[in-house]
């Protein structure tokens, strides 16, 4: 193999990596948000600061701009959960700083708790 073959092999090979990376990390795949063994129960309430970035309360979403979830060891990001319930959201609007508790039921980031901050 020549030196011109091997270096667009390797060059190919790396901007497939870096494509693959990016894309587990929009579908946070490559965040471990299990909740493995037994945890406390203040560790499994443990409540994280964000600001309201969107409100679709009748489809159970709340778009958040968040600081690290610890329990879910997810880095602060803005993105969308489910709310286990709607009601959750009714006196909440885009811009309200908030304190939540989110969780990983079935894979499906919801938030239990929120509450005006």
Known sequence: MNYKTL????????????????????HHEGHDMSQTGEMSEQAAMVMTKGVITRIDASNGKVGIKHEAIDNLKMPAMTMVFRVADPTLVKDLKVGDAVRFHAENPGGKLTITQIQPQ
Do not use: D, I
């Open 7 to 26: 270096t667009l092999t390797l060059l190919l090979g790396l901007a497939t990596h870096t494509n693959l990376q990016a894309e587990e990390m929009m």
